[in-house]
């Protein structure tokens, strides 16, 4: 048999070993739990406290040979949350892994002002849907404010309501998906990796990003939510946040427009309802 740990790395790069991970048989393979013979063993990894790609295997009762490790999954492959069982697409852009649709995780919440921030579930977290309508969170994904798409964590980066393994982007890495689809011949100057720079930025990368392909981030139009309830935008605007502050009260984020080919850059409120994209 082989049990798995995860190894986590902190911020100071010290690294800590987790307890011994839960394997599920994927239904198809067989796991680790009875290696008998060679052949491929397919195992899938539940329980993970945070994401990490460093294991440490512990091999009982036997001399086993390993030929190769390997992640069958792929940057453009199908990605099931399951939490909840909803499937997204993925596409590489650039050296970047990002999901085709905005998160629709959680349960609708119509009327209230107040988001939670704890996400001990899929159920427990709260969604707006535009208009309060729950189709509207099919087509275009959920609206969330800071808080609670954050987790109630205030760290850059932070896994808040993603899926095991994905995060909300920070700042800088919106601005390396700026500039990997960039081609205004300014890119640096458009794009700088500051946190000063409010306003429009480049030429057609906003068009970029709304147009819908296998091979494109495949910006919706979903709206937003303001912070005294009402929805507007729909089809016109989409608004993404960011995972870092801007200050206590505001986060950066980004938005593009119908009739712009633009990007926008801007700190707003953290109690709009604005789109996820892990």
């Given amino acids: ?7 986590y790395t902190d911020e100071q790069g ?26 491929k063993y ?14 440490d295997l512990k091999i009982t009762n036997v001399n086993l040979d390993i030929d190769y490790i390997v992640d069958p999954w792929a940057c453009g492959d199908t990605l099931t949350d399951t939490r909840d069982s909803k499937t997204y697409t993925t596409v ?26 704890n996400c001990p579930s899929a159920s427990e977290i709260e969604k707006y849907c535009y208009a309060d309508n729950e189709a509207n969170c099919t087509t275009y994904g959920g609206l969330y404010q800071w808080d609670q798409a954050m987790c109630g964590s205030t760290t850059a980066g932070a896994i808040g309501i993603c899926p095991t393994g994905w995060h909300i982007p920070t700042h800088d890495e919106f601005t390396t998906l700026e500039l990997a689809i960039c081609t205004s011949g300014s890119c ?4 700088p ?20 392909s296998a091979s494109t981030f495949s910006a919706l139009l979903g709206g937003q939510r303001s912070t005294t309830g009402t929805f507007s935008n729909v089809d ?8 870092l502050q801007y200050d206590a009260s505001n986060a950066w984020s980004r938005y593009t427009a119908s009739d712009q080919t633009q990007i926008r850059r801007q700190s707003s409120t953290k109690t709009r309802g604005y789109s996820i994209r892990c």
């Fill in 1 to 7: 048999t082989i049990e798995v740990y995860p190894v």
């Fill in 14 to 39: 010290n690294q800590t070993q987790g307890p011994k991970l839960d394997l599920v048989n994927d239904g198809v393979n067989p796991d680790f739990s009875n290696i008998s013979a060679d052949g």
């Fill in 42 to 55: 397919r195992v899938l990894l539940s329980n993970l406290a945070q994401p990490t790609d460093v294991f």
């Fill in 92 to 117: 590489l852009i650039g050296a970047q892994c990002w999901m085709r649709q905005s998160m629709n995780v959680g349960t609708l919440t119509a009327g209230a002002n107040t988001q939670g921030t």
């Fill in 188 to 191: 640096a100057t458009d794009f």
């Fill in 193 to 212: 990796y500051d946190t000063t720079t409010i306003g429009y930025r480049g030429t057609n990368e906003g068009t970029a990003l709304m147009t819908v």
């Fill in 236 to 243: 016109y605007y989409t608004y993404f946040w960011s995972s």
